[in-house]
């Protein structure tokens, strides 16, 4: 075998076998990660790390777009889970922890149930939808919390409360957990606000 120019390798090995001639120089790159599942498992970390805080900022508008459209609909709504979370957030932890659980158990159980299979897709959504207008409440509670004394308005304080979550979420590692605790916290609220017997007593002052 001749080869007349120049011989390049990247990710890989130059063999020249006996009575082959290179006519130019050849140049091996093996370095690791340069072609290899490897490099581009990283790479999909890095873009998934860089994609995460413009996914969760466009979530953040649209959850404002959404709380200010239920705060104008029906102004009672948000504040009385607000309410009801400020008055027993052990319990609102409790009741989103059980639901969580639950949910695992009833996922599992209608996935080894060929009749239950379609299910799962509606209760995933019904539970997205729960936590997400839960989380909206929160961030209420969080703003109320932060400038409740300084006599904005629901909106205002909705939307600082938001703010801050957010903001809160774009923290590397840290983020995920407070995604974590602000759906159940949402979930747990929406519960304890349907099924719990004690109603909320909202501040008139």
Do not use: C
Request: charged share 10%.
């Amino acid at each position: 075998m001749q080869v007349e120019g120049d011989v390049y390798s990247f990710g890989g090995k130059i063999v020249k076998e006996e009575g082959a001639n290179i006519g130019g120089s050849y140049t091996t790159n093996d370095q690791p990660g340069m072609m290899d599942g490897s490099h581009r498992g990283r790479g999909s970390f890095f873009y998934a790390i860089s994609l995460g805080p413009i996914f969760r900022i466009g979530n953040a508008i649209l959850a404002a777009i959404l709380g200010l459209i239920i705060l104008h609909t029906n102004p009672k709504f948000l504040p009385s889970l607000a309410t009801k979370l400020r008055q027993h957030p052990s319990l609102a932890v409790l009741w989103g922890m059980g639901a969580i659980v639950g949910i695992i158990f009833v996922n599992v159980f209608l996935a080894i149930t060929l009749i239950g299979i379609p299910l799962i897709p509606l209760l995933s959504l019904t539970v997205i939808i729960t936590s997400l207008v839960g989380s909206l409440a929160v961030a209420l509670f969080v703003g109320q919390s932060l400038v409740g004394n300084r006599n904005w308005s629901l909106q205002q304080q909705f939307l600082v409360g938001l703010a801050v979550v957010t903001i809160l979420t774009l923290i590397p590692f840290f983020g995920s957990l407070i995604i974590f605790l602000v759906n159940m916290f949402g979930l747990g609220v929406i519960l304890l606000w349907k099924l719990g017997r004690e109603k909320p007593q909202i501040a008139t002052e």
